[in-house]
Every structure is written in structure tokens, then in C-alpha cells.
């Protein structure tokens, strides 16, 4: 086994090998880039080196400065984590040229692999099960209509070179190919420097069915079971569960040895994952094989108890599979999904900044948390923007869906915007609790896991009314800690009650919930209150009582319990299927006679760069003509004018970094 070895990552994934390595006694070398200086990843490997700036282009994708980190530290392997280069052919032959091993397959199954044309060619001639369609290297256009005439509709487009769900169209008639086709094209071309297409039959409702597969130096290939990731938007994965609920043991059984026919096709090497489409009829199809560790892989480890990084370890050092597939067993259900800095009411707009409030639930026998940051570190705009991924297992799959729902109850961030509500929801949904979502559900129904589709106008005042209660019991416990303190402990202004001489005085309150200001005031003390401002009456409150994070109280004459998650700059309140989430505001503001600056510039919705200016001081623009671009998060969003006018001023140029909200350009007054 090896003694020392590099982590060409960051992030989560970098703390996962991390953890196994410790287990094995193996020391560990961390690289990091300007902007991870302070990351979790370098704090908690052996040795950690600098290796660029923040972009991924001047640091982790530079296998050369990963290498020269590797040979000055005297590591024996290199273990490439997911994304980066850890499907890069090259690198791959680059680290073994070096004289040190690659953890992950060999760089000529990668190559095999590396076109979406040529391992639809290569697995049909292995016999594995693949979609009907067009791979030809032929890309004459009148050619690719009439085979797509062939194939029949609804037909796909994909860029043969592709990923990431860019690249692809779904044409329904005849009519609509030679335009959909075009717009494929160019999409490939300008992402992926080539624009070869090939055409395959749409799968209507389609199932994301994965089957984990690992392979040694002695030819053995064996599989793991099967994920089921079909609950995806725009192609993206939002929830990863084992077992799948849609397969019969018949149907996991033909897609095992379906996946390890793939594997032995290209002769490979330690860990990877044989995608299929499955159709509601059952029939299964070939996508692709993920020649690298998968983000979901904890979802098989806590199904079949094993360690796949200690196993990508092993395999690396020349050792056989540990296991034989007879004796690999299946026990429970596991569900996955990942914690992200994103925000959903706004197109899932990726989201930065520094952790301010990161609650997690505690850890143990049913629920384990993957994460590379800690509260007080801060998402860059970088990188992917993953908090956390937040795998739960149980006996059965009613039990684990319980057990996600707890545990997201249990979870708060706070500082940049998150998608824990959204996935809330997501795991109450019928599409989810049914075991019946498909790949294009959650883009059809998007609006069903939005907060306008599960308002509830009851469950909202009660919610608000215990919010406003928690602010209360925490405002008179701190100024009895205060008044404790003190020089006059006893004094009556040690109870913060309002009282006044002749009558309970009247205390306000203000809260920000999105983008509304809430004011409320309360008469009472000490758990009994009377609240206006929640309706059209005032909301009668007796026997609260705040015990840890416990709220109990009667509202109008009903009790109610609650949970609170929030800190002294917001209130959360949890009821046990929603939340509600006020931050504070001052109860007095100034309004200001010249407010309104809406209509009069162009904002940095993120932080970002930015990567082009396309107007200029002194142009007339019209309503939504594109001022600027910005990069963040590994996307491109455009800036557009609110309204027509003329361009007053302009604040960054290409290349600049920008803050969250900065002004970057002014329209002229109207």
C-alpha cells in the first residue's frame, strides 16, 4: 500500500480521500489555489501546496504545477478526485510517465470513452444494449435528415464531444430538425471546440439508472448494484437513492452484468459507473461510462458497507478486488442530495459569500455528511458551489425518506442563499415519495417545488406568529443575561416587558422575508402575548416556552410546536414540513427622498468577472439589450439594460472582479 499520496482536488472530495487515507495510515499532500489558502482541504491534509491563482485554469487544471507538487513531496500516487482532470487521458499518462501511480483507470480506457459516438460504437459491438440511432462521422446535413427520418421521432441531438447537458435538442417532427440541428452545432462548437453531432431515438419519461462497476489489474470486473438518479434538472442531478424503486431483481441483474460487459470492453480499471436510460417499459440502454469516482458514490457505500476510496486505494497499488461479486450484499436504502449556495426562486442562481450560519444535523448510524467547508468559510465564485452532501440510510425506503426530511429540518445557512427549502420539498413530493419522478419531471413541474405551490395561509400565520414569539423569548433572555451582569441585577428594567406605569407597554417588532418588510407589535411578557400585525385580528399567544431549540406555544387556544434554527440576525422556525425564515431589520427606518435607483443601472446579481462590455458611455440602448457578461460559478449570466436609454457611464471593464450588487453601469435619467 502506499505511504504518501497527492490529492490533485479540492474541496469535499478532497476531505472524503482524506478521511480513508487517515484510516489506512497514508499520509496525505494537499494542492490549493490562491483562493483556497484557508480551505478545509489544506488544513486538514499532511502537507499542502500552492499551485496558482483562483481560476481553475491557472491552478488545478495545471497538471504540470500538480506533478511538480507531486515529485517535491515524494508521493508515490495521485488520487484525482471528480472533475478537474480526473478523466483527462493525458494527465493520466503524464502521472504514470512520471513514475507514479494514477488511482483511476487507465488513460486508454478514458480515450475510448472520451467520445459519446465512439462508445455507442463500442459497446453495441460488445453486445451491451445501446439506443437506436446515428453515429457516423458523415456529417453532411441532408445525410443526418434522412437518418434521422430512419430512426424515427421524437429523436435526440448530442454533441459527440459533449457534456454537462450542453449540446443537446430534442426534436419531435420532421420539420423542426434542420433548426435544432444548427443551434446543436454551434452550441458544441463554442463549447467543446467541435461540432460532430450523433442522432439517437428519444426515450420518452426516461429512468437515470447507474450501475457502479470496479475493475482490477487482473482482468476481474465485477459491479456494485445500481443508482437511481432520474429526480435531475437540466440534465444536473438533485437526488441520487440506492436501490433503485422502479428495477425487479430481474431487471438489476441484466443491467449488472450489462455493465460489467462494458467494463471488460475497454479493459477497465478501478472505479467507474455504466449509465443507462431505462424506459418505462424496462428496456435499458447505454450512455456512457464515468471513468473516475462519482459525487453519489456514499450512496453505494452505505448500501453495501464498503469504502470505494480504500478500494480505488487497493486497486491502484496492484492489489486485487477485495471482494468477489457473489459477496458483494445489498442491506437498506440510501437517498443522497447535495446542500448548494444557490438560490431557486431565481433560476437556481449560484450563490457566494461567507458561511455566516452553517447548522448540520449530527452525524451517526443514519446520517453522514460529506462536506468541505465549515461555517466561517466562505463559497468562492470560482468553483462549484456544494456546501454539503447529505446522504441518509435506512431498513427500507419510507424509513430513509423520513430520515431526509429530518435531517434537512435540522439544517440552516445562513450568509448566501440555499436550495434546502427546494429540496424540502422535493422530498415530499408525490413524483418522489412514489418512486415515480423521470429525468424531465422536475423541468416540466418546476413550479410544484416552488414556495407559491405549497402555500398554506394557516400554516404561514402560525409559523410567523412562532417567529415572532422566538424573537420575543430570545429578546427578554438576553437582557436577563445582561441584567445578570450588571451592577443592579434586580432592577425592574431587568425584565424586558415593555411595562409601563398603568399598562403593558407595547414592544415592535420588524423582520425582511425576501424582498417584504413585516412589522408587527406585541403587548406581554415572560410567554403570554397578544401580536398584531400577522392578519386581519390579532393572534392570541399564551404558555410559550423556548427550551433549546423546542418552541411550544398556544396559539388562539391551539398548541403548537415548533423548531427554531436561527441566531440573533434572523429567525427560522421549522414546524416539521416547512419552514419560515425572517431576518431582522431596525423596527425605524429613514426613508430617503431620493431612493429608487431602480430603472437607472445595470447590477452584478453575484460576484463574478467580467468577461465582456458590450456598451458604452453615450449608447442608446432598448429595454433588455445585453450591457455586459459576467463569469461566476462556472457560467456565464448576462446584464442587461432594465429599460431604454442612453448609457451614462460604465464601471468595469473586461477582465475586472466584482462584487454582489456593484453598480457596473448607469442609464442616463429619463
Not at 430512426?151 to 423542426?176: D, F
Not at 442530495?337 to 459569500?353: H, T
Not at 429530518?406 to 440555499?418: C, F, M, R, V
Not at 413530493?429 to 418546476?446: F, K, N, Q
Request: charged share 25%.
Amino acid at each position: 500500500m502506499f505511504e504518501k499520496i497527492l490529492i490533485a482536488n479540492r474541496g469535499e472530495i478532497a476531505c472524503r480521500v482524506i478521511r480513508t487515507c487517515r484510516t489506512l495510515g497514508i499520509s496525505t499532500v494537499a494542492v490549493y489555489s490562491e483562493a483556497d489558502a484557508d480551505a478545509q482541504h489544506v488544513r486538514q491534509a499532511d502537507e499542502a501546496y500552492p499551485i496558482g491563482g483562483p481560476r481553475p485554469a491557472e491552478s488545478y487544471l495545471r497538471g504540470d504545477a500538480i506533478l511538480e507538487v507531486a515529485r517535491l513531496s515524494g508521493a508515490q500516487a495521485i488520487h484525482p478526485g471528480y472533475g478537474f482532470l480526473s478523466e483527462n487521458a493525458d494527465f493520466a499518462d503524464a502521472v504514470e510517465a512520471a513514475g507514479i501511480a494514477f488511482i483511476g483507470p487507465k488513460a486508454a480506457s478514458m480515450r475510448k470513452m472520451g467520445s459519446k459516438a465512439g462508445a455507442k460504437e463500442l459497446m453495441q459491438a460488445a453486445g451491451v444494449p445501446v439506443v437506436p440511432g446515428y453515429t457516423g462521422e458523415d456529417q453532411d446535413p441532408a445525410l443526418l435528415q434522412r437518418e434521422a427520418d430512419r430512426i424515427g421521432y421524437p429523436l435526440m441531438i448530442k454533441a459527440a464531444h459533449g457534456g454537462g447537458g450542453k449540446g443537446m435538442r430534442i426534436v419531435r417532427e420532421a420539420g423542426e430538425f434542420a433548426a435544432n440541428l444548427e443551434s446543436c452545432q454551434r452550441e458544441a462548437r463554442n463549447a467543446f471546440g467541435r461540432d460532430r453531432v450523433l442522432l439517437e431515438r428519444y426515450v420518452e419519461r426516461p429512468r437515470h439508472i447507474e450501475i457502479q462497476i470496479f475493475g482490477d489489474n487482473d482482468g476481474q470486473v465485477i459491479h456494485l448494484n445500481e443508482r437511481e438518479c432520474s429526480a435531475q434538472r437540466r440534465y444536473q442531478k438533485v437526488l441520487e437513492e440506492s436501490p433503485s424503486p422502479f428495477l425487479s431483481p430481474q431487471q438489476r441483474a441484466q443491467m449488472g452484468a450489462a455493465a460489467v460487459q462494458a467494463g471488460h470492453a475497454i479493459n477497465y480499471v478501478n472505479a467507474g459507473t455504466v449509465e443507462f436510460i431505462v424506459g418505462q417499459d424496462g428496456a435499458f440502454y447505454f450512455m456512457e461510462i464515468n471513468t473516475r469516482l462519482q459525487v453519489e458514490h456514499p450512496v453505494t457505500e452505505l448500501v453495501t458497507g464498503l469504502d470505494l476510496v480504500e478500494w480505488q486505494l487497493r486497486v491502484a497499488a496492484g492489489e486485487p478486488l477485495p471482494l468477489a461479486q457473489d459477496a458483494i450484499v445489498q442491506r437498506g436504502h440510501a437517498i443522497e442530495v447535495r446542500l448548494y449556495a444557490e438560490d431557486p426562486e431565481a433560476g437556481f442562481l449560484p450563490g457566494s459569500g461567507k458561511l455566516e450560519r452553517l447548522r448540520l444535523p449530527a452525524a451517526d448510524a443514519h446520517v453522514r455528511l460529506d462536506s468541505g467547508v465549515i461555517e466561517g468559510d466562505t463559497v468562492t465564485i470560482f468553483y462549484d458551489p456544494m456546501i454539503a452532501k447529505l446522504i441518509v440510510s435506512d431498513s427500507d425506503r419510507p424509513r430513509a425518506l423520513a430520515r431526509l426530511r429530518a435531517a434537512l429540518a435540522d439544517s440552516e445557512i445562513a450568509g448566501p442563499k440555499s436550495n434546502i427549502e427546494f429540496l424540502e420539498r422535493l422530498a415530499r413530493h408525490p413524483a418522489v415519495v412514489e418512486g415515480s419522478i423521470d429525468t424531465g419531471y422536475l423541468d416540466r413541474h418546476l413550479d410544484e417545488f416552488m414556495p407559491a405551490a405549497t402555500a398554506d395561509a394557516a400554516a404561514d400565520a402560525d409559523l410567523l406568529a412562532g417567529a415572532a414569539v422566538a424573537a420575543l423569548l430570545a429578546q427578554e433572555r438576553d437582557t436577563r443575561i445582561g441584567a445578570a451582569a450588571s451592577n443592579d441585577p434586580t432592577s425592574p428594567w431587568a425584565i424586558a416587558d415593555g411595562w409601563r406605569l398603568g399598562h403593558g407597554g407595547r414592544r415592535s417588532l420588524a423582520f425582511a422575508r425576501r424582498d417584504q418588510r413585516l412589522e408587527l407589535s406585541a403587548h406581554g411578557s415572560a410567554g403570554d402575548y397578544r401580536i398584531d400585525g400577522l392578519g386581519e385580528a390579532a393572534v392570541d399567544v399564551r404558555g410559550a416556552r423556548l427550551d433549546g431549540d423546542e418552541l411550544s406555544l398556544r396559539i388562539d387556544g391551539r398548541m403548537r410546536r415548533l423548531r427554531t434554527l436561527g441566531d440573533g440576525a434572523r429567525v427560522v422556525v421549522h414546524d416539521g414540513e416547512r419552514r419560515l425564515r425572517l431576518d431582522a431589520v431596525p423596527v425605524y427606518r429613514h426613508e430617503s427622498a431620493a431612493a429608487g435607483g431602480s430603472g437607472h443601472s445595470v447590477n452584478a446579481p453575484m460576484p463574478g468577472r467580467v468577461v465582456v462590455v458590450k456598451a458604452a458611455p453615450g449608447d442608446s440602448v432598448e429595454a433588455g439589450q445585453e450591457v455586459m457578461v459576467i463569469e461566476a460559478m462556472k457560467m456565464e449570466l448576462s446584464l442587461k439594460a432594465p429599460r431604454a436609454g442612453v448609457i451614462a457611464e460604465i464601471r468595469a471593464a473586461a477582465g475586472d472582479f466584482v462584487e454582489a450588487d456593484a453598480v457596473l453601469a448607469t442609464l442616463e435619467k429619463a
